[in-house]
């Protein structure tokens, strides 16, 4: 078990109250249960429900901004999740990109941040992947006029409707933010 001040400069709180606030909220909740007069001495209450732990691969970076050629790497790059917190079945064809931009901060999507995309059809409203005329983005699917376009969270960026093609490639359904 870390110590206060360890907790503290993981998460970058200002003060070692902060981490103590934090796990006596945990022990609130029934997650831990500290032992009195003893550092370092918690344990978990019980067991955490998981689902089934899958590795998704990391396919690269995708432009949350103006629509650009997505930037493939290497398939030896996993993020590991389990599929009950994502709610996907563990046979899911799942992906994950990287997002580089500003255009999906009012949905709070912002760069750097992992999303989790998997393969099927999307719905309107739900936030794609999408292949739009050559170019690949992270943008919301719309319809306007029984016509889909994809729409920016942020009020700087343009609607892109699709002069030729529009194909999305995956349909959002999971963010992963390391702070």
């Known amino acids: 078990m870390p110590t206060t001040r ?11 109250t902060a981490a103590i606030s934090h796990l006596r909220a945990l022990e609130r909740k029934g997650v831990i249960q500290r032992q009195v007069g003893k550092a370092r ?3 978990f209450t019980e067991e955490l429900d998981r689902g089934p732990i899958i590795d998704i691969p990391l396919l690269g970076s995708i432009a949350a901004g103006m629509a650009e050629d997505l930037e493939q ?3 030896d790059r996993c993020i590991s999740v389990d599929t009950e917190s994502l709610g996907i079945s563990a046979s899911a064809k799942a992906f994950a990109l990287k997002v580089r931009g500003d255009s999906m901060i009012d949905a709070h999507i912002v760069e750097g941040d992992c999303v989790i995309l998997e393969h099927r059809q999307p719905r309107a409203r739900d936030i794609v992947a999408a292949l739009i005329d050559g ?12 016509r889909p376009f994809l729409k920016a969270e942020n009020s700087r960026y343009p609607d892109l409707i699709p ?3 529009l194909i999305i490639q995956g349909v959002m359904v999971g963010l992963l933010r390391h702070v």
């Open 6 to 16: 360890e907790i503290q400069e993981h998460f970058g709180f200002s003060s070692q």
């Open 41 to 43: 001495a918690v344990s």
């Open 73 to 75: 790497s290497p398939h």
């Open 135 to 146: 170019e690949t983005t992270l943008k919301r699917f719309l319809f306007k006029n029984r």
């Open 163 to 165: 002069a030729r093609e």
